[in-house]
């Protein structure tokens, strides 16, 4: 064990290692024992991951039934809807800071808990360039508040009402009062913002237990599942599963597909591609396109549809999506149990179908699996689905009974405990007439580490079924053909900026319009509302200086309000370019992380109010239409340069000087890359 070398020994430094550590553990905790920390990002101030230490006990709880000995490790925790400038400042600074923790520290392995939108991505990042064995768990989402008898999703309905409030359609005291509504309990958005996306793209990336991702953050099986993470990360260790085995380049290529069928966040594209840099797999911006574009809608959930997480989670889940594209998915994909995440997706049938796992036609008929399933790409229904020789993949999927009602082992063995697994037609006594799975298998966690064995994700994990097909669309039926982020080029762009055609207006995703520009958001805020501010609804609001060296930190403010006097017009979307971010949870034609950003000498610095632009996703195209050697000529204007960022000292200073662009994850120069767990010298 790594943390031997702080406790083995008869020697000084090895007395105070010990020593100071025995106030209350038991007195084997040093005789090997694997020593584990929980990476705990709880904070008052980070709300939507104050709920995290009661989850911390739960991941505590099965580390020490599993041999360990749980270490807390309060870490850097970023709150999305507290910070300023960003968040987004901060994502390397913690990432840095819990690398280093975990590095100096006499550990073995980590849990990293994390929910709200950099947390996840600054763990990843941190655990990536240590690379001791290392998985996740997501806070999760919260559940669904309704105002004035109309359900809400956070943020997306602040964007949408406070519109309202603009436009003259609803009082600033109905705003005020939908607060209490919009945060009805612990946990992260409830929209498809970056937290749920994160969330549920580590599961992808391999990072968590299977099944665990989107579960509601009070839901009881949260809990239940980090337990048996706690009890996951003891075998990890003790098989040095790491997570450079773990994410690999498979892990990425599934974790794009997945976004687009999820219309999720294009904040993961710069998360992605930060970790993808800390652990030297090669993926590039124009990965997202290649491999992403034409991956269809799937999810009917805000900001792209209608639903929100909870609904989401009833409705199937993350596996009933990645069943629907398990074509599309590379199937050397692993997980942190050591199996493939397609292993994982053992069934994928539509609401009145009935398709027979393994060999027990002897219990249900089978009739032919939908055109719309992966299933259909192959001769027999069976052929879907992962060999298995042993209880594994089905103790990977609970029993799935009405969605939320508990799975137990009785249940779970239903079928005399071989490991199959049964799809029925399930008109009767299910959520929504959708099908009823009975499955064989044992718990996983009750055997100590040796019982996690592969099979981990047996409590509380989803299975691939779907419930809801109005919230989880069939694979010939989608929300939207081809909904991936979409990378465009230009003079405009040299470097990239993306735009999410999932949350766009169609018709607005060819475009040509005269630029009105704002020189920081400062300007924007002053001029706006402005009654003379000539703009129309072709116009296309361009807003700069707002990147990672210009803001500094790159902000969410691409997603900009709309004039006051168009809203009062009825115009809810116009073509907004800016350099900055968006909120996942956010929604409109908005063209963002250009690069090069203004302040790093990008053309947009370059463009004045009355240039035409031109907007052409299907084409990839983003352009100021005038001559290059015209455009190249300009110098930015005295506003736009005195408005970026000029720190003097401190963290903001380092990040100016150091940080990359948002076509390559936005990361310090000198954190890319992994640096090991090796720890050279003592302390005394």
Not at 49 to 62: I, K
Not at 165 to 173: C, D, F, I
Request: net charge negative.
């Amino acid at each position: 064990m790594r943390s031997a070398e702080w406790y083995g020994g008869d020697d000084r430094n090895s007395y105070i290692h010990r020593a100071w550590m025995r106030r209350g553990l038991p007195s084997d905790a040093f005789d090997g024992r694997p020593h584990i920390a929980i990476a705990n990002t709880a904070s008052d101030l980070t709300p939507c991951n104050a709920h995290l230490n009661e989850v911390a006990r739960s991941v505590s709880d099965g580390i020490y039934q599993a041999g360990g000995i749980p270490l807390n490790l309060p870490v850097v925790s970023l709150g999305e809807t507290q910070v300023r400038p960003t968040a987004m400042l901060w994502r390397n600074m913690a990432a840095m800071a819990i690398e280093e923790m975990l590095r100096a520290n006499p550990i073995d392995g980590v849990v990293l808990l994390g929910g709200c939108d950099k947390t996840i991505p600054s763990l990843l990042m941190a655990a990536s360039s240590v690379d001791l064995p290392a998985v996740v768990v997501p806070g999760g989402p919260m559940l669904t508040g309704t105002f004035r008898g109309v359900p809400l999703g956070c943020g997306t309905d602040v964007w949408k009402l406070s519109e309202e409030v603009r436009a003259g359609t609803l009082s600033a005291a109905e705003f005020t009062r939908s607060e209490s509504s919009m945060i009805r309990s612990r946990g992260h958005c409830n929209t498809m913002g970056t937290a749920s996306t994160m969330g549920l793209l580590a599961e992808v990336l391999g990072m968590t237990l299977p099944g665990i991702a989107g579960t509601p953050a009070p839901d009881s099986r949260l809990l239940e599942m980090s337990h048996e993470t706690g009890v996951l990360i003891v075998e990890m260790v003790q098989k040095e599963r790491r997570p450079s085995q773990v994410m690999t380049r498979a892990s990425f290529v599934n974790a794009i597909v997945a976004l687009a069928a999820l219309g999720g966040s294009t904040n993961a594209v710069v998360h992605l591609l930060a970790i993808a840099g800390r652990l030297g797999v090669p993926l590039t911006l124009d990965d997202f396109d290649r491999v992403g574009a034409d991956v269809p809608l799937l999810v009917d959930l805000q900001p792209a549809g209608r639903f929100l997480m909870e609904d989401f989670f009833r409705a199937g889940g993350l596996h009933a999506v990645l069943a629907e594209v398990r074509d599309l998915l590379d199937p050397a994909g692993l997980t942190v149990t050591g199996r493939p995440l397609v292993e994982y997706l053992y069934s994928a049938v539509g609401d009145e179908r009935a398709v027979v796992v393994e060999d027990r036609a002897d219990l249900v008929e089978s009739p032919s699996v939908p055109s719309s399933s992966p299933a259909s790409a192959s001769s027999s229904s069976s052929a879907a689905v992962p060999s298995s020789s042993s209880t594994d993949v089905a103790s990977s999927a609970p029993v799935v009974s009405p969605p939320d009602a508990a799975s137990s082992s009785e249940s779970r063995s239903a079928l005399g405990g071989d490991g199959s697994a049964l799809i029925q037609d399930g008109g009767s006594g299910v959520v929504g007439g959708g099908p009823a799975v009975v499955g064989g298998g044992s718990t996983g966690a009750g055997g100590g580490s040796a019982g996690v064995g592969g099979g981990s994700a047996s409590l509380g994990g989803h299975s691939a079924v779907v419930y809801d097909r109005e919230v989880i669309r069939a694979r010939a039926e989608p929300l939207q053909e081809a909904a991936g982020i979409a990378v465009l080029y230009g003079n405009l762009a040299p470097d990239g900026a993306v735009i999410k055609p999932a949350a766009a207006s169609p018709a607005l995703l060819r475009h040509r319009g005269p630029a009105v520009v704002f020189d920081s958001v400062e300007d924007l805020h002053a001029r706006l509302d402005d009654p003379a501010l000539e703009v129309t609804p072709d116009s296309v609001l361009v807003l700069r200086g707002c990147g990672p060296k210009g803001y500094p930190g790159m902000p969410e403010v691409a997603n900009m309000p709309l004039p006051a006097k168009l809203l009062e017009q009825g115009v809810r979307d116009m073509v907004r370019i800016c350099d900055g971010r968006m909120s996942g949870t956010a929604y409109g034609t908005v063209v963002l992380h250009v690069a090069p950003e203004a302040a790093a000498g990008g053309p947009l610095a370059l463009v004045r109010t009355g240039d035409m632009i031109v907007l052409d996703v299907p084409a990839r195209r983003l352009y100021v239409d005038i001559p290059d050697a015209e455009l190249l000529a300009r110098t930015p204007s005295p506003a736009t340069v005195e408005a970026y960022a000029s720190p003097r000292r401190g963290w903001e200073k380092l990040y100016v000087d150091t940080v990359g662009q948002a076509n390559t994850g936005a990361d310090l120069d000198f954190l890319i890359g992994s640096s090991g767990d090796k720890v050279s010298r003592e302390s005394h």
